[in-house]
T-cell receptor
Framework: AQSVSQHNHHVILSEAASLELGCNYSYGGTVNLFWYVQYPGQHLQLLLKYFSGDPLVKGIKGFEAEFIKSKFSFNLRKPSVQWSDTAEYFCAVNAGASGGSYIPTFGRGTSLIVHP | ETGVTQTPRHLVMGMTNKKSLKCEQHLGHNAMYWYKQSAKKPLELMFVYNFKEQTENNSVPSRFSPECPNSSHLFLHLHTLQPEDSALYLC???????????FGSGTRLTVV
C-alpha cells in the first residue's frame, strides 16, 4: 500500500522567510500528487496538483512544488511567506487500486506558523 | 461554501445514541469519500464510493455504516460509538484520478 511522509510536523518562520515543506511517497506506479492547505477554522482546499508534464507546478498564493520521480518527492516551496500563510499543509497521493479505482492517501500534515 | 455541504456542523452524542451525518455535493462529481481527522494524526480514509458503489472500506468498525443513495448524497450512520471516535469527520468529492478533492467543512463529533 502507498504511504505519504511529511518530515516536518511543525515549522515556525518569520515573514519574508523562504519555505520548503518535504513530502515523500512510497508507490512504484503512476501517481498523482497534491498539496492541500487548511487555514485555521476553515475547510481543506487544494493548493496545487501534479499529474503529468512539467514537474514544477505552480499553485495559488505563490506556492509551487517540484515532482522528483527519482526521489519519490513532491516538496512544497514559497520564496517569501506571509503571516496569512499560517495553516496546516497536507501532501496527498492518488495511486492505483483494484477495479480501476484509486486510493487517496494523505500525509500527517505540517503545521506552519508565520510570525509577523 | 465549497460545493460540498456537510450537516450538522457540530454533534454531541452519547454512546448509546444513533445519529447520522449527511454530505451533499452538486458539483457533478462521481466519487465521494468519508475521512476522519483527529488531532495529531494523519487524515484517515474511511470509505470511498465511485458511482454510488462502495469501492473501499478501510477497516472501519461496524459502528460506522455508510450509505450512498445517489451520486450527490452520502451518509454516515453512527451507533454505539466510543469516546475515541470523537473527531472531525470530513466528506469530500472528486471527479477523476487527476482531479483534486473538494472537501466539506466537516462535522465536529463529540462522543460522551
Amino acid at each position: 500500500a502507498q504511504s505519504v511522509s511529511q518530515h516536518n510536523h511543525h515549522v515556525i518562520l518569520s515573514e519574508a522567510a523562504s519555505l520548503e515543506l518535504g513530502c515523500n511517497y512510497s508507490y512504484g506506479g503512476t501517481v498523482n500528487l497534491f498539496w492541500y492547505v487548511q487555514y485555521p477554522g476553515q475547510h481543506l482546499q487544494l493548493l496545487l496538483k501534479y499529474f503529468s508534464g512539467d514537474p514544477l507546478v505552480k499553485g495559488i498564493k505563490g506556492f509551487e512544488a517540484e515532482f522528483i520521480k527519482s526521489k519519490f518527492s513532491f516538496n512544497l516551496r514559497k520564496p517569501s511567506v506571509q503571516w496569512s500563510d499560517t495553516a496546516e499543509y497536507f501532501c496527498a497521493v492518488n495511486a492505483g487500486a483494484s477495479g480501476g479505482s484509486y486510493i487517496p492517501t494523505f500525509g500527517r500534515g505540517t503545521s506552519l506558523i508565520v510570525h509577523p | 461554501e465549497t460545493g460540498v455541504t456537510q450537516t450538522p456542523r457540530h454533534l454531541v452524542m452519547g454512546m448509546t445514541n444513533k445519529k447520522s451525518l449527511k454530505c451533499e455535493q452538486h458539483l457533478g462529481h462521481n466519487a465521494m469519500y468519508w475521512y476522519k481527522q483527529s488531532a495529531k494524526k494523519p487524515l484517515e480514509l474511511m470509505f470511498v464510493y465511485n458511482f454510488k458503489e462502495q469501492t473501499e472500506n478501510n477497516s472501519v468498525p461496524s459502528r460506522f455504516s455508510p450509505e450512498c443513495p445517489n451520486s450527490s448524497h452520502l451518509f454516515l450512520h453512527l451507533h454505539t460509538l466510543q469516546p475515541e471516535d470523537s473527531a472531525l469527520y470530513l466528506c469530500a468529492s472528486s471527479q477523476g484520478r487527476t482531479d483534486g478533492y473538494t472537501f466539506g467543512s466537516g462535522t465536529r463529533l463529540t462522543v460522551v
